[in-house]
Each structure stands twice: as structure tokens, then as C-alpha cells.
């Protein structure tokens, strides 16, 4: 059970559903309700489909590559440590869509993919579940885009609730804290490399 919540927290801060949430409202905002389920479930489904193929697919890929385990979590820490920078710390993520464009679509791009699962997200799955193992990163994963789902459908409580400034705060503590796992990441995997240096 451990090993879940060492999954499960890491993947919350990734995913961020309360930064990611004024995005959603921006997106969805004019349409009916009916359209914005619609756009909900699309938006869960397909980042539910997209994590769980990066998982089964991801560390055959990188067995196939000749990745170990260690350079993975060096290069996955360093682009977590950039992404938290980039999206969190530094600059604000704005969405890229007009929903006028294509009203039904935006629940797989950009909700779905990049918005709920995005780098971070699958970086950070395929690290844990080399860590911790696949059942608790699996678990974590479906858990976490299904909290999404569940924030995303009780939007307007939790925005009026927040503000646009609660919800920016909380946006960049999240950055905060995957910088953080993104260094300890780093640490994690020279220590890894060295220990198997060592035993050769």
C-alpha cells in the first residue's frame, strides 16, 4: 500500500487538476452542459488510454533503445525540472484552442493530451513504475486522471471557491514540488549509476 502513495503523490502533483482547471473553464465556457460532459469524458478517456499505453509500451521501448532504468530517471528528472519550470514557476499555461473551432474535439486535445496527460504525467508514470513497481503506478494513474475528471465536473463550485488566484497559487506549488521530485529523480538515478558502476 506504500508503494501506491509513493505513486499516487508525485502523479497528483503532475497532473495538477486545479492549475489545469481554468484552462478547462476557458475552453468550455458558452457551451451546453451536454457538450461539456461529452468534452469530459472524451477528455478522461483518452488521457486514461494514452498513460496506460505509455506504461505497457514504454519500458519494452526502452529495453528495445538499450535505456536503463538509471538514464531514465535522470533524463525523465531533468525534464520534469524543466517542465515545472516552464509550465508552473515561470510562465502560465494558456490554452492554445478556441472552442469555437472545433467544439468536440477539444476533449481529447488539448484536455486530454497535453492538459491532463502531459510530459510530467508520462515521465513520471514510467519512473514509478520502474521504482515501485507497474501495479501501484497503474493504480495511481487511473486514480489520479479519474480525480481530474471528478474536479473538472465540479468546476464552477471549486472556481468560485478558489478564485483565479487560489487556483494560480496552488498551480505553482504544484510546480514547486515536481522540480523538487524532478531533482530528487536526478539523485535517485546517479545514485543507481554509480552503485552499478561499482558492482562491475
Not at 478556441?98 to 477539444?106: D, F, G, M, R, V
Amino acid at each position: 500500500m506504500s508503494e501506491f502513495w509513493l505513486c499516487f503523490v508525485p502523479l497528483f502533483v503532475a497532473v495538477d487538476a486545479l492549475g489545469v482547471l481554468p484552462i478547462f473553464i476557458g475552453l468550455t465556457e458558452g457551451l451546453e452542459r451536454r457538450q461539456v460532459r461529452r468534452i469530459l469524458w472524451q477528455s478522461v478517456l483518452t488521457a486514461m488510454i494514452v498513460a496506460l499505453s505509455f506504461l505497457a509500451l514504454g519500458k519494452t521501448t526502452l529495453n528495445l533503445l538499450g535505456v536503463t532504468i538509471a538514464d531514465f530517471m535522470i533524463a525523465g528528472g531533468a525534464l520534469l525540472f524543466v517542465l515545472a519550470l516552464r509550465e508552473h514557476l515561470l510562465f502560465d499555461r494558456q490554452p492554445r484552442l478556441n472552442n469555437s473551432e472545433c467544439p468536440e474535439c477539444i476533449g481529447a486535445v488539448p484536455i486530454g493530451v497535453p492538459l491532463i496527460v502531459g510530459p510530467a504525467v508520462l515521465t513520471t508514470s514510467i519512473l514509478l513504475a520502474g521504482e515501485y513497481g507497474v501495479y501501484p503506478a497503474v493504480s495511481a494513474v487511473i486514480l489520479n486522471i479519474l480525480i481530474a475528471g471528478i474536479i473538472f465536473s465540479l468546476s464552477d463550485p471549486i472556481n468560485r471557491f478558489l478564485g483565479s488566484a487560489g487556483t494560480k497559487a496552488i498551480s505553482k506549488l504544484a510546480g514547486l514540488i515536481l522540480a523538487a521530485i524532478g531533482v530528487m529523480m536526478v539523485r535517485k538515478g546517479i545514485m543507481t549509476f554509480v552503485a552499478a558502476g561499482s558492482m562491475q
